[in-house]
T-cell receptor, first 113, second 113 residues
Framework: KAGVTQTPRYLIKTRGQQVTLSCSPI?????VSWYQQTPGQGLQFLFE???????NKGNFPGRFSGRQFSNSRSEMNVSTLELGDSALYLCASSLEGRVTEAFFGQGTRLTVV | GESVGLHLPTLSVQEGDNSIINCAYSNSASDYFIWYKQESGKGPQFIIDIRSNMDKRQGQRVTVLLNKTVKHLSLQIAATQPGDSAVYFCAEPRLSGGNMLTFGGGTRLMVKP
């Protein structure tokens, strides 16, 4: 079966702009989590969505937001981009209660210039 | 609070040797740990997990050891191969539910031919 698909793979934006990243989970997976990966901070949890509701949220400013659609696809949005938002954004999908079987996408590499 | 960290940022080993990657955690209530492998350009991939009621768990060429007394776990890779070159993370699920993972800083394993 198809894995977790993230689009786009690469993105270059200018400071002050906003960006939307997309994640299509594995079929049947209703939990979608987002992570930010940077060389300095490592992998940090952004938020988790389950059944169109945000269930958990990491320690990120309100400029970072997300949503989940009825087909479990998820988007995350970053507004008023800052240079420090440059990172690899990873999406993971899993069945409910099966965090050990979280499958990650290849990520979206965002560069803010 | 929940905290997972790694001892060494980079580990270089000769092909065929055994590799040991270490991880420390701070929450004595932690009851579950997961090791992930992240190859260049890819998202993290599940390797092996261990529950706190176990001291050791073995997989194919990998073994995870858990020492609850000193709150330390390690990943051992036997007969390290070039394909093992990657960044390895230990991770811990959120204790209060949901599919959220807290990751350690990561160790880069480099295998010399």
């Amino acid at each position: 079966k198809a894995g977790v698909t993230q689009t786009p793979r690469y993105l270059i934006k200018t400071r002050g702009q906003q960006v939307t990243l997309s994640c299509s989970p594995i079929s049947g997976h209703r939990s979608v989590s987002w992570y930010q990966q940077t060389p300095g901070q490592g992998l940090q949890f952004l938020f988790e969505y389950f059944s169109e509701t945000q269930r958990n949220k990491g320690n990120f400013p309100g400029r970072f937001s997300g949503r989940q659609f009825s087909n479990s696809r998820s988007e995350m949005n970053v507004s008023t981009l800052e240079l420090g938002d440059s990172a690899l954004y990873l999406c993971a999908s899993s069945l409910e209660g099966r965090v050990t079987e979280a499958f990650f996408g290849q990520g979206t590499r965002l560069t803010v210039v | 609070g929940e905290s997972v960290g790694l001892h060494l940022p980079t580990l270089s080993v000769q092909e065929g040797d055994n590799s040991i990657i270490n991880c420390a955690y701070s929450n004595s209530a932690s009851d579950y740990f997961i090791w992930y492998k992240q190859e260049s350009g890819k998202g993290p991939q599940f390797i092996i997990d261990i529950r706190s009621n176990m001291d050791k768990r073995q997989g194919q060429r990998v073994t995870v050891l858990l020492n609850k007394t000193v709150k330390h776990l390690s990943l051992q890779i036997a007969a390290t191969q070039p394909g093992d070159s990657a960044v390895y993370f230990c991770a811990e699920p959120r204790l209060s539910g949901g599919n959220m993972l807290t990751f350690g800083g990561g160790t880069r394993l480099m295998v010399k031919p």
